[in-house]
């Protein structure tokens, strides 16, 4: 009974280098969604992915950052070229029928750039 | 715009001394409100859902109640283990996002 997957837990970068996170939904779940989370702060939405298609990316930023759901695999967020202020856990949900269901979370992947 | 507030932003309470969380928010055509807890290092767990004003759900020692402009988490004789940050979330508005708030830090003391 998996829940959503994340890995790596932790992960840390040089400015400049390429981080690649990666998500695994719940079985039977086709609805994907990153979210950022920085210290006292509270989730912030990024992008909302089905297989295959982008549905919503509008709290991306538009530079550096995509990410992908494809037909197979796990979902991945990459962020190119990071810097000190993408620091943070980036959480991964999941749902059953999007957005009229509730979203269950994997266990963040905490990004540390140096 | 679309926002999240709850309050406190932290509540200490010792073991057994009943006491409710506040979630305010300010959505246009509210689809869902969650509830969540978050223990440190892990992510978010799913508590509940309510989608209409007078909707109350519970589990355990936790009810959540939800009228037009907030919803109340109560916590009735909790324990040391129910120290956890409790989040809410809203669905709704033009984009139809999931929007959370910052989190009540919840601490039971024993």
């Known amino acids: 009974n998996a829940g959503v997957m994340q890995n790596p837990r932790h992960l840390v970068r040089r400015r400049g280098q390429e981080a690649r996170l990666r998500c695994s939904p719940m079985?039977?779940?086709?609805?994907v969604y990153w979210y950022r989370q920085l210290p006292e702060e509270g989730l912030k939405f990024m992008v909302y992915?089905?297989?295959?298609?982008?549905?919503?990316e509008s709290g991306m930023p538009k530079e550096r950052f995509s990410a992908e759901f494809p037909k197979e695999g796990p979902s991945i967020l990459r962020i190119q070229q990071v810097v000190r202020g993408d620091s943070a856990a980036y959480f991964c949900?999941?749902?059953?029928?999007?957005?009229?269901?509730?979203?269950?979370f994997g266990n963040g992947t905490r990004l540390t750039v140096t | 715009e679309d926002q999240v507030t709850q309050s406190p932003e932290a509540l200490r309470l010792q073991e057994g001394e009943s006491s409710s969380l506040n979630c305010s928010y300010t959505?246009?055509?509210?689809?869902?409100l969650f509830w969540y807890r978050q223990d440190p290092g892990k992510g978010p767990e799913f508590l509940f859902t309510?989608?209409?004003a007078g909707e109350e759900k519970e589990k355990e020692r936790l009810k959540a109640t939800l009228t037009k402009k907030e919803s109340f988490l109560h916590i009735t004789a909790p324990k040391p283990e129910d120290s956890a940050t409790y989040l809410c979330?809203?669905?709704?508005?033009?984009?139809?996002?999931?929007?959370f708030g910052k989190g009540t830090r919840l601490h039971i003391l024993p």
């Open positions: 949900a999941s749902s059953r029928n999007g957005r009229d269901s509730p979203l269950h």
């Open positions: 079985k039977g779940h086709s609805h």
């Open positions: 992915l089905q297989k295959e298609n982008i549905i919503d």
């Open positions: 959505v246009s055509g509210l689809r869902g």
């Open positions: 309510l989608y209409s």
């Open positions: 979330a809203v669905q709704g508005g033009r984009d139809d996002k999931i929007i």
